[in-house]
């Protein structure tokens, strides 16, 4: 006899990819903590045993085998619940984006995903099959439609979709999507959507956590027949998230959790981003050099956050061109934020390079070579501390410089894992004041964001003698990098055609560049490398 009231435990976890044996072992542990609670079914997310996205470990026949022995063990202890759980399976040589329905100890049934992404971040048919077939989960008591992220988001639904839905209670959709800015109301659009085209409930699970350059929200959610958000999982945290499923009547919205957004929202996801590289990869504290400018300082602001003010150094490396201003700057951020903080000269390093390379460079005026050869100085220092005392090094580099390629490699471009890459400069600014309003008032002084940007690597030197204004060069990045517009009409939108015409040819010119800059944490729709993946050697222009 079927049964109208469900209880239903989303659990949001953060696997680590290829931890097979430690995500399995976090899979029972909710399993566990979930039938305590008397659940009818738990929801685990997409690829949950392996991790998302694993990539070419997938690749690997073992890797394949052993995710499945995980799954057989998942299923020998799960409890009375039923489960869902994301894996990969594997038939007749091809592997597949698969959820595993257990049951009575046993895998009941197993739903192949049907649309594969590969746009953006997503490689997927590079690995998996498609599958064909739409599943009804039958259970006696209740029954449900089973599918995989992408396949909610597509305009198709698959073979014998409209019929499975017709029979189901509800549908499960278990997730990998990962978060960039207004993400967040473009999925609750899509799956409200088709809550209300189909008339069911649907149960939305998503991975939350760090993976390299990926963040996942989390922010699991029940959707209503009529496409409302009925309740929602944390933002940015795991969560074993349990609700009641009322089939017999239209619930009304009751969320537990505070709704984030705007700032905060971008916040969160570049301390989680942060967190979790430093976490998952083995370190504990990190290094970033402090300038006295808006970077580094909002890089000192999340890395504190992120991880603790006792794992965190900040070095300044001023030299004969740094201003008074800038190097006081420096202290009072490290002294607010109460981090360890050393200030190491350059000078005596750049005047023995300058003495070294002078018989060579005779008859030649001072330029960019000299500039660079300070920001590599400065990044060889931090280098050295990492090497010596095991630090991962936070690169501060925005998006608006390595766009335009106003960096210098192994300099300021130098580091393990860089922070604010897919923050454009206005944005930094932006998080850096929501920072000041946020906690602790001042952390940031005020002349940090009146004074205008500059590298300090020759005397009364600004960023705009090079680059475009940065509210005009964010601009131009949006249409061209963001949206991939053309030249003729960003000159429509913008003006200014010798600007940019400029502005396109640096962008163009520094792929080479941004192929050697540290991995870094997506938070725009087009972040550089695997979602805009341009030819280095490459002689179209848009000009």
Same mark, same amino acid.
């Given at each position: 006899?079927?049964?109208?009231?469900?209880?239903?435990?989303?659990?949001?976890?953060?696997?680590?990819?290829?931890?097979?044996?430690?995500?399995?072992?976090? +899979?029972?542990?909710?399993?566990?903590?979930? &039938?305590?609670?008397?659940?009818? $079914?738990?929801?685990?997310?997409? $690829?949950?045993?392996?991790?998302?996205?694993?990539?070419?470990?997938?690749?690997?026949?073992?890797?394949?085998?052993?995710?499945?022995?995980?799954?057989?063990?998942?299923?020998?202890?799960?409890?009375? @619940?039923?489960?869902?759980?994301?894996?990969?399976?594997?038939?007749?040589?091809?592997?597949?984006?698969? @959820?595993?329905?257990?049951?009575?100890?046993?895998?009941?049934?197993?739903?192949?995903?049907?649309? $594969?992404?590969?746009?953006?971040?997503?490689?997927?048919?590079?690995?998996?099959?498609?599958?064909?077939?739409?599943?009804?989960?039958?259970?006696?008591?209740?029954?449900?439609?089973?599918?995989?992220?992408?396949? /909610?988001?597509?305009?198709?639904?698959?073979?014998?979709?409209?019929?499975?839905?017709?029979?189901?209670?509800?549908?499960?959709?278990?997730?990998?999507?990962?978060?960039?800015?207004?993400?967040?109301?473009?999925?609750?659009?899509?799956?409200?959507?088709?809550?209300?085209?189909?008339? +069911?409930?649907?149960?939305?699970?998503?991975?939350?956590?760090?993976? &390299?350059?990926?963040?996942?929200?989390?922010?699991?959610?029940?959707?209503?027949?009529?496409?409302?958000?009925?309740?929602?999982?944390?933002?940015?945290?795991?969560?074993?998230?349990?609700?009641?499923?009322?089939?017999?009547?239209?619930?009304?919205?009751?969320?537990?959790?505070?709704?984030?957004?705007?700032?905060?929202?971008?916040? %969160?996801?570049? !301390?989680?981003?942060?967190?979790?590289?430093?976490?998952?990869?083995?370190?504990?504290?990190?290094?970033?050099?402090?300038?006295?400018?808006?970077?580094?300082?909002?890089?000192?602001?999340?890395?504190?956050?992120? $991880?603790?003010?006792?794992?965190?150094?900040?070095?300044?490396?001023?030299?004969?061109?740094?201003?008074?201003?800038?190097?006081?700057? @420096?202290?009072?951020?490290?002294?607010?934020?109460?981090?360890?903080?050393?200030?190491?000269? +350059?000078?005596?390093?750049?005047?023995?390079?300058?003495?070294?390379? %002078?018989?060579?460079?005779?008859?030649?005026?001072?330029?960019?070579?000299?500039?660079?050869?300070?920001?590599?100085?400065?990044?060889?220092?931090?280098?050295?501390?990492?090497?010596?005392?095991?630090?991962?090094?936070?690169?501060?580099?925005?998006?608006?410089?390595?766009?335009?390629?106003?960096?210098?490699?192994?300099?300021?471009?130098?580091?393990?894992?860089?922070?604010?890459?897919? @923050?454009?400069?206005?944005?930094?600014?932006?998080?850096?004041?929501?920072?000041?309003?946020?906690?602790?008032?001042?952390?940031?002084?005020?002349?940090?964001?009146?004074?205008?940007?500059?590298?300090?690597?020759?005397?009364?030197?600004?960023?705009?003698?090079?680059?475009?204004?940065?509210?005009?060069?964010?601009?131009?990045?949006?249409?061209?990098?963001?949206?991939?517009?053309?030249?003729?009409?960003?000159?429509?939108?913008?003006?200014?055609?010798?600007?940019?015409?400029?502005?396109?040819?640096?962008?163009?010119?520094?792929?080479?560049?941004?192929?050697?800059?540290?991995?870094?944490?997506?938070?725009?729709? !087009?972040?550089?490398?695997?979602?805009?993946? !341009?030819? /280095?050697?490459?002689?179209?222009?848009?000009?």
């Amino acid at each position: 006899m079927a049964i109208k009231n469900l209880r239903i435990a989303i659990a949001q976890i953060n696997p680590v990819v290829g931890d097979l044996d430690g995500n399995s072992r976090k +899979i029972l542990s909710c399993i566990k903590e979930a &039938d305590s609670g008397d659940v009818d $079914l738990i929801v685990f997310p997409e $690829l949950s045993i392996t991790g998302y996205p694993p990539e070419d470990l997938l690749l690997k026949p073992h890797f394949i085998k052993e995710n499945l022995k995980c799954l057989k063990k998942i299923s020998q202890e799960a409890g009375d @619940a039923a489960v869902v759980i994301g894996f990969v399976d594997e038939k007749k040589g091809n592997i597949y984006n698969s @959820a595993a329905v257990i049951r009575n100890k046993k895998i009941a049934c197993v739903y192949h995903k049907i649309h $594969l992404p590969n746009y953006g971040i997503f490689d997927e048919k590079r690995y998996f099959k498609p599958g064909l077939e739409n599943v009804l989960v039958d259970t006696g008591a209740f029954s449900f439609a089973l599918n995989i992220c992408e396949d /909610i988001w597509a305009e198709g639904t698959g073979h014998n979709a409209e019929r499975v839905l017709k029979k189901a209670d509800f549908l499960v959709n278990i997730s990998a999507s990962p978060y960039h800015i207004d993400k967040i109301k473009e999925r609750e659009k899509v799956i409200g959507a088709k809550a209300r085209r189909f008339r +069911i409930p649907i149960v939305y699970c998503n991975l939350v956590g760090g993976q &390299d350059e990926l963040v996942f929200d989390g922010r699991s959610a029940l959707f209503g027949k009529d496409g409302l958000v009925i309740a929602e999982a944390k933002a940015f945290d795991e969560d074993l998230f349990i609700f009641d499923l009322d089939l017999s009547k239209r619930q009304k919205p009751h969320l537990k959790t505070k709704p984030i957004s705007g700032h905060e929202e971008i916040y %969160s996801a570049l !301390m989680l981003g942060l967190k979790d590289y430093v976490r998952k990869n083995n370190f504990s504290k990190v290094a970033l050099g402090l300038s006295g400018g808006i970077d580094s300082a909002l890089v000192a602001c999340v890395a504190v956050d992120a $991880l603790g003010r006792g794992n965190v150094l900040a070095i300044s490396m001023p030299s004969r061109y740094s201003s008074i201003e800038t190097q006081k700057d @420096a202290e009072i951020i490290a002294g607010s934020l109460g981090i360890e903080f050393y200030k190491v000269s +350059i000078d005596s390093i750049f005047n023995s390079y300058l003495s070294t390379l %002078s018989p060579y460079f005779k008859g030649s005026k001072p330029g960019v070579v000299e500039e660079n050869i300070q920001a590599r100085i400065r990044g060889n220092i931090l280098m050295a501390f990492s090497n010596k005392f095991g630090y991962l090094v936070l690169n501060t580099g925005n998006k608006s410089e390595t766009s335009a390629g106003y960096c210098t490699l192994y300099g300021d471009m130098a580091g393990g894992f860089s922070v604010i890459k897919d @923050a454009p400069k206005r944005l930094v600014y932006e998080l850096a004041e929501y920072r000041n309003k946020k906690k602790e008032e001042g952390v940031i002084p005020k002349s940090v964001f009146s004074r205008a940007p500059t590298a300090e690597l020759r005397p009364n030197q600004k960023d705009q003698d090079t680059l475009p204004p940065y509210d005009f060069l964010d601009r131009v990045i949006d249409l061209y990098v963001e949206k991939n517009k053309g030249f003729e009409d960003i000159i429509r939108e913008v003006g200014r055609e010798d600007i940019v015409k400029k502005t396109l040819n640096m962008i163009d010119r520094s792929e080479y560049k941004r192929r050697q800059a540290p991995p870094g944490i997506k938070i725009t729709p !087009m972040a550089f490398g695997k979602d805009r993946r !341009m030819p /280095i050697t490459n002689k179209f222009t848009p000009i």
